[in-house]
């Protein structure tokens, strides 16, 4: 028996029934007869049923074909809808390439129909554009829609002409005959308004707001025609210069009648003599004289004055008020700084010029009346022994300095530096003065009277306390230098005068009481910590110590002396010594 009969068989042995009969202990021969006989009564069976069944499954049969028949005819239909669908598909994918195509073109169409609906619009000239420009007055809104409007066609106009644009040439002398007409009506409404600044009384800012209004009308002028700009250009600034000049030459010759009518001399310096009738004492009409030494409310004129409405000469002199040369200075000034910026910055942006150029034209306007008002200021101050005075103005032409700064106007930096180069010297000429005046005072020929305080040592005190409040909020080296080389003289005429007293104890009161003077006045209006006030109390507290020795030594001599040698004897260590004075003071 091979292998694969043998795997076989044992796969047999395996199956149910043939382990039920090995189990029930059958003969197989005989259990195989009786299978086969099953099997053949089993098959009768079957044939006899199936006999039975013949016409039905021949029915069956007969339905069968008719279903393959149907299923047929359901395959050609679905064949010849899939070929149908097919050619749908194509007729789809057809129109769907039309419509892209379609669309492409449309937009294509709408694009050049924009860009040709914009070019005639841009290129047309409406009767609405003819009107105005023709007939509507310079002054109205309508006028400036349109000219702008005029303006766009003609800059389209050379763009389309350097194009070699056909259409362009239909409308160019309409646009040409548009644009002159134009111009002629800006150059008659802009020449116009300038005359207006020449009428008399005028307020020449209205007329200026009007222009700035249609600032574009110059715009356009500077487009079109150079020369006409050019012309509105210079006529404005040759007014404005005119305007400018006659405005503030005739304003501070005005002023200057306002002034006192006594101003300081050289009798009015620091070592000058005190006489009867023009003394430190003597105190003139404040109508006819301003105080020289002591600041009182004059430097107001940096504080709550500095940007206060100008001074109305008319106005001031019906009630016959009178000013310091300060007052009327920071009026001319003030009235300066508020017209000049105005006008620094209405050009800039009527003109439309960048910084430099604007300084320029500025220059233009304003150069001839700048240089009257600082040789008029130079007159003025070349005769004046007023040290305040002329150190307020320094303090002003600081102050309005940065008023212009602070609203982005540089125009005037180059007038301040002028100011201050006719301000300074002076100012340094009359400290020198009065410093020298100091150093030359004649002791002998004019001694104190007694201990009470000299007129000169009140007149420094005086002075150099309102210097220094002037100098501390903007402090100037130069003035700190010119102030300490006076302390020492004043500091060396008061030892000078005090040696004119026989006694040391009237030595030391004149002293002590100068001193006194000196730093009750500086610290009153001025820093506590100032270099002035710090000195005299220095040299105040050495004195009253040295004054107080000497009234003690003539009643406690000797008790003082010997205090000194025990505090001698103790610093060195010498004990027995203490001893001893202890004993002699005992005995």
Known sequence: MSHSEEENLQDHLQEDIVKEALASGQDLREYSKQVEVEL??????????????????????????????????????????????????????????????????????QSVRGELSQFVDDLVVTEQLITTIMETPVSEQQFLEQLQVLDHKIEFLKEQSFREARAAQDVKDVLEKLKIKAVAKIREYFLLKINQFKKPLANYQIPQNAMLRFKFYFQFLQKVNREVASEVREEYIDTMSKIMFSYFKSYSGRLAKLQFEESASREDLLGAEESQSKGFFFKPSLKNKTTVFSVGSRDEVLSAELEAPIIVPHAQQKTDQRYPHEMLFRSVQYALVDNACREFLFISEFFMLDTNTAQELFNNIFGKTLSVLVKQADSFISDSFDCLSVFLCIHLVQRYQLLCHKRCVGGLDRYWENLNGVLWPRLSNVMQMNIVSVREFDTTRRRPADVRPHYSTRRYAEFSAAMVGINETFPHEQMNRLLAMLQEEVEGLILRLASQFPTRKEQLLFLINNYDLVMSIVIERTKDDSKESETFREQLKTRSEEFVSLVLENHFGHLIQWSKEAERKLDAGDLEGLRAEEKRVSN
Do not use: P, W
Request: hydrophobic residues 35%.
């Open 40 to 109: 053949a009564s089993c098959e009768q069976a079957s044939i006899q049923d199936y006999i039975s069944q013949a016409g039905n499954i021949a029915q069956l049969h007969t339905q069968i074909s008719s279903c393959d028949g149907i299923l047929a005819r359901m395959e050609n239909l679905l064949l010849s809808f899939q070929t149908d669908l097919g050619s749908i598909s194509s007729e789809i994918l057809t129109l769907q390439q039309e419509s892209v195509d379609m669309n492409l073109r449309l937009k294509n169409r």
